[in-house]
Each structure stands twice: as structure tokens, then as C-alpha cells.
């Protein structure tokens, strides 16, 4: 069977392939990006899909608009609004999962040989997705305050990208955050240069401490004429449910159209069902309580895998402890003799009934193999420490 040239650039996902030997009885798993499902509101979620029903059963299970359903588009927008996001309903679309609108990004704007800015490391499923697409990725480089905006600016420069895409907020797989005068020099430099700018925040509502510096989507009302060269892209999977397949992508108005009309050729429309359940939680109040319960817990599990690293791992690993979100970056450092390389070590990991993910696939170009990441959001505080345990006797 002859498949299309555009597979030739892109491979199965490293993450996905680890999974398969995740079923392995005893095993304890850093690897993946998931939420910890104990902590899904299902009460809630019970309510909002009966109320979906009983209130509005000929919407929840017909055919709906591809933009979305509009209570739907209605509390999102209201939902964006706490953050410092002022949106109409009409300004935003309904995706399913904020990976559609990565797709959809893709589809509407590369064309094969494009050039697209993303970090170094940056999401793996976006570096496939844009590679579908033709495009050819540039990285630049970041440090625990983010994408370090001087080696960006140089980039756009040089490259001059059809657009730059950023995680700014506890960024998977980096875990860092871009600080606020950055944020700031990244409107600048898209003015400056008329470059876009798409924002994937996923996880900006999983802070432990304190809030993380408003989004770059908020902050355009400060720069002028920065609105229009940024585009936003939002999920409740990280702090809802994945299953519901929720997100929703904000842009200029040029660009919504032909991500509708691509989406269209997608999936006619992200679930009615799953959408009228969505908008039935926001507006029943439950969310705030939510969060808290997350961040919570998921404060103290970072904490807790922090301490373990230092105790079990010592001077053969470095790392920044996160603020928030799911994940751990670290580096090994081949102190003592110990092992440098991220993959050798999965290895020996595994071995010892642990895993976690090797941080090359993360890399568009250039792949640092001394880097590796850790998710502590599906352990408990036990588990971590068992689990880094074993990693400390992996070495």
C-alpha cells in the first residue's frame, strides 16, 4: 500500500509506544501526561449531563454548529473572562481537545517548507503534527523562566516563521514558566515583526502557589496592535475530564473561519453531548472548588517527588522544582560515573518496575539525550517515593 509523502516525516509517538509496557504487573508510572482520574468531579459531572438531558435533550443529541454549541461558547467565554480574556462567544471555537486546534492551526496555515518557531523541548504531539503538515521546525531555546526572548527575537529575525508557538504556562514537557516581562517582549516582537504568536495553555489553571503572570492572550490589551497576531488555545482536559475531548481555540476572526471550515471536513462538530455537559458544570459553580482540590493535591505531590529526586538521585540529576502543572524536567549529569543518557536509563528503569519518558522526542532539532520527564500527577505520595526509589537504584 502506497501512503501519503507526508507520513515520511513523522513517526509513532515515543510516549505511546512506552505505554505498551506499562501493563507490566507492580509497575510505577512517571511517564505519562494524564490527570489523576480520582480526582474527576463526577458528581458533578453526573448533574451537569442529566441536566444536559433534561433540560436540553434536542440540542445535547442532535447535529450541532461547528463552531460550537453556543451555551457552550457562552460559558467559555465568561470562563475566559476571570482570566483577564475579554471574548465573545463569536470570538472563540469549540475544538475537540485543544489538540484539534493544533490540527486545525496546522491545516490553516502551514504549507509544506514553512517555518514554524517552537521551543526546545516543546509537546511531542505538536511536532508531529505540524511535521504532517510540511512544516520545518526551528527551536528556541528556554530556560526556568521560558523561551529566552533575546534567542527568540534573533530567530524571528533570521527565519522569519509563519508563526511561533509557545507554552508559556508550566509547558509540557519543560514544566517552566515564562515570565512576565517576556510575555510582554513576545507581543513586542510580534507587533515588531507581524508575527503570530499561538498560546497553548492547557495547564495555566494548575498552580500550586500563587497564580502564574497573566496569559499572553490577556496581556494583548497592553500592546497595541498585538491582538490580532496571537492566537489562543484552551482545554478542560487537564482540569475537568480528558474524556469529555473539550478545548477551544481563540483568533483573529480571518482564522476562525478557515479553522471552522476545516473542522467541518473533520468531525462536522466536537460532541453536542460532551459540549451541553460542559457548559451545564461552568455554569453550576463547581469548577473553583475543583481547581482547588487539584492544585492542592497536585501541589504536594510535586513537592513530594522534588524531595525524592534530591534524596535518591542526589548530584546525578538536575532539575527546577515546578510551580505548577504535571511534570518534572530534569538532566542527568553523569556525576560519579552514573549514567548520562536518558534512553540507557529508561532502561534500566523499567527494569526496576519504573518509568518515565526519555526527553529527546521533545526536541524539534538538536535533542538533548541527557534530559528525561516525570509526571507526578497519577501517583500518590507513596508511590513517588517507592518510584523514585527505584530510579535512585537504577542509576
Known sequence: ????SRLDNVETSAIRELFKLLGTPGIISFAGGFPDSAMFDVEGLKEASAKALSEEAGGALQYGATEGYEPLRAQLSAFMKTKGVDVDPTGLIVTTGSQQALDLLGKTLISPGDKVIVEGPTFLATI???????????????????????ELEKLIAEHKPKFVYLIPTFGNPSGAMLSLE???KVLEMAVKHQTLIVEDDPYGDLYFDK???????SLTKDVPGSRELVAHCGSLSKVLSPGLRIGWLIGPAELLAKATMCK????????????????????SGRMPATLANVRKVYAERAQAMGAALQKELGDAITFTQP???????ARLTGANGKVADANVFAKRAIEKLVAFVPGAPFFAEKPDLATL???????????????????????
Open 1 to 4: 500500500m502506497q501512503f501519503a
Open 128 to 150: 508531529q503534527c505540524f511535521r504532517l503538515y510540511g512544516a520545518q521546525l526551528i527551536s528556541a531555546p528556554i530556560d526556568a523562566s521560558g523561551v529566552r526572548t533575546d
Open 182 to 184: 517576556r510575555r510582554k
Open 211 to 217: 497564580a502564574p503572570p497573566p496569559s499572553i492572550m
Open 264 to 283: 467541518q471536513f473533520s468531525d462536522a462538530h466536537t460532541s453536542t453531548f460532551a459540549q451541553a455537559t460542559a457548559a451545564q458544570y461552568l455554569k
Open 323 to 329: 510551580g505548577g502543572g504535571l511534570f518534572f524536567w
Open 373 to 395: 520527564r516525570l509526571s507526578f500527577a497519577t501517583a500518590n505520595v507513596e508511590k513517588i517515593q517507592e518510584g523514585i526509589a527505584r530510579l535512585g537504584a537504577a542509576l
